[in-house]
């Protein structure tokens, strides 16, 4: 094994915004002390049981992990170095909410180590904040960016949110031109979704909100591709954009289809011949480590036609790199176009798909639907 990335899963959030199905809960304050101590113990021990192995990348995520203090996020980042055999220039992210934040915070973050920040800021209109529920106003973006810079950050994502029911252009236009005059090295832009079981659906559900209008959706990606690539930002991935230079590291680890271990209720471990997970409930998962039980929920086995359609959809989401043709036979023994041929030359004739000698990867006119192009490997 080369080396893993780290994934860790705080699953407290002040509260719960109505759109988002993650694995979160609100109202669990009297949890957190005792959560980050079998965190730790559950990281260390799996560390050690596999030899300290060495770890290139470490995400803290959620959820939101700064609701932890930096004593118990401390404990977990200890844990992390005591379990594993962490890279010297190893990228260490945060998660961060806008609202949970400041100067002294990220101060405490940088001694921890952590060198990448990802801020939630989703909008900068106000009503827009509103709607998706966010504890932050706008002027806690420009606030927690400031101090992130203050504190020594020179590694920033922002994350924004596209398409809500009905969005003028104007508003996606004014959170892209406020978003760039920060200037992070890194901004995701997701396209609002309705997952099941979520307020936000069952509001769409009973007619009180439009359903996201995917014509619209379609529209502002497009402005957000423009408007990025005209202020530099490298349009690496098909949600994601960077300045050169400033990858993120740890989600390359996933769209390369590389090994990766997850910590904390509800985490999915890839070794690359196995996917397995954990148990959702922070209760159960903290029961389970204090008893000396396996956390693991479920498991299965990728056979090879899984394992090689899954490179292909993953890789097909760098929009740069794509899947590398050496990289795939490497693995798996086989060119891309004796096991996909078909589907790849239809994919080209469509004008969706470039197929070069190194690599194989969508073209630009597939990116509104990449993830209908992409289902095609699965
Ligand atoms: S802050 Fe993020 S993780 Fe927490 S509920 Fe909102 S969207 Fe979900």
């Not at 405490?108 to 998706?132: H, I, K, M, P, T």
């Not at 497009?222 to 990025?228: G, I, S, V, W």
Request: glycine share 8%; net charge negative.
């Amino acid at each position: 094994m080369d080396a893993w990335g780290i994934y860790i899963h705080i699953p407290f959030c002040e509260r719960k915004c109505p759109y988002c199905d993650f694995n979160t809960y609100a109202g669990m304050t009297s949890l957190y002390e005792r959560f980050a101590r079998t965190l730790a113990q559950e990281i260390r021990a799996e560390g050690e049981r596999r030899g300290r192995p060495r770890a290139r990348t470490v995400f803290l995520g959620g959820g939101t992990p700064t609701v932890l203090n930096p004593d118990q996020l401390a404990l977990i980042l200890d844990a992390v170095r005591a379990g594993f055999d962490l890279a010297e220039n190893a990228e260490i992210t945060s998660e961060a909410n806008p609202g949970t934040v400041d100067r002294a915070r990220f101060e405490a973050l940088r001694e921890l180590g952590v060198n990448r920040l990802s801020l939630g800021a989703q909008s900068f209109n106000a009503d827009e904040l509103r709607f998706l529920g966010r504890i932050h106003g706008v002027e806690d973006i420009y606030r927690a960016v400031e101090a992130a810079r203050a504190a020594g950050f020179d590694n920033l994502n922002l994350d924004l949110i596209y398409g809500l029911p009905g969005q003028p252009t104007s508003t996606w236009e004014h959170s892209l031109r406020e978003a760039i005059a920060l200037a992070p090295e890194h901004l995701s832009c997701y396209a609002l979704t309705v997952e099941e079981g979520t307020p936000l659906a069952r509001w769409v559900a009973e007619g009180r909100v439009p359903a996201p209008d995917d014509d619209l959706q379609a529209d502002l990606y497009a402005r957000a591709r423009e408007m990025l690539a005209g202020a530099g930002y490298v349009h690496y991935e098909i949600s994601n954009w960077a300045r050169p230079g400033h990858m993120c590291a740890h989600n390359l680890i996933y769209w390369r289809n590389e090994p990766y271990l997850g910590f904390g209720p509800g985490a999915h471990s890839c070794d690359l011949h196995r996917r397995w997970w954990t148990v959702r409930s922070p209760q159960v998962y903290i029961q389970r480590v204090e008893s000396g039980e396996s956390t693991e929920a479920g498991g299965e086995v990728l056979d090879e036609q899984t394992a090689m359609g899954e490179t292909m959809m993953l890789g097909l989401r760098l929009l740069q790199e794509g899947v590398s043709r050496p990289g795939f036979q490497a693995r798996f023994g086989r060119d891309v176009l004796q096991v996909y041929g078909p589907i790849l030359r239809r994919l080209e004739d469509l004008g969706l798909l470039e197929i070069a000698d190194a690599f194989v990867r969508l073209t630009p006119r597939a990116y509104p639907i990449a993830n209908r192009v992409l289902v095609e490997f699965i």
